[in-house]
């Protein structure tokens, strides 16, 4: 089973790398479901719905992201650039500045330019 994880991970990932973003969640997706607690694989299937532009889906695995891992600066800027693309700049600027802080990167506080 743990091989059926592997390969669909790594299947999910070349689709991303590819730009297939809906490929990628459509094999990404089965890996977090069987393994809820894994971070970075939710991390890369939310980063898919951002790119192919499903928000509300990125914004619950992001959410998802930093209940487990309330430090992952990553989980934080993408959760503000989703925030941004649906107009919800208030709520977006709380997790930039948690970004920069944890980062120390005051470039993380300017709003992303899609």
Same mark, same amino acid.
């Given at each position: 089973?743990? +091989?059926?994880?592997?390969?669909? !991970? $790594?299947?999910?990932?070349? /689709?991303?790398? *590819?730009?297939? !973003?809906? $490929? @990628?969640?459509?094999?990404? #997706? ?5 393994? &809820?607690? +894994?971070? $970075?694989?939710?991390? #890369?299937?939310?980063?898919?719905? !951002?790119? @192919? @532009?499903? %928000?509300? &889906?990125? *914004? ?9 891992? &309330?430090?992952? /600066? /990553? ?17 977006? $600027? ?5 970004? @920069?802080? #944890?980062?120390? +990167? +005051?470039? %993380?506080?300017? &709003?992303?330019?899609?």
């Amino acid at each position: 089973m743990e +091989d059926m994880r592997a390969l669909s !991970y $790594g299947i999910g990932q070349q /689709y991303f790398e *590819e730009r297939d !973003y809906r $490929g @990628a969640i459509r094999a990404l #997706l089965p890996v977090v479901e069987e393994t &809820p607690d +894994d971070v $970075g694989t939710r991390l #890369l299937l939310a980063r898919a719905y !951002y790119h @192919a @532009a499903l %928000l509300k &889906p990125a *914004e619950e695995h992001l959410l998802e992201v930093l209940e487990r891992e &309330p430090t992952e /600066y /990553y989980a934080h800027l993408m959760l503000a650039r989703t925030l941004e693309r649906q107009s919800r700049r208030d709520e977006a $600027g709380k997790h930039r500045r948690i970004a @920069a802080a #944890l980062t120390g +990167d +005051d470039e %993380l506080l300017k &709003p992303h330019r899609s």
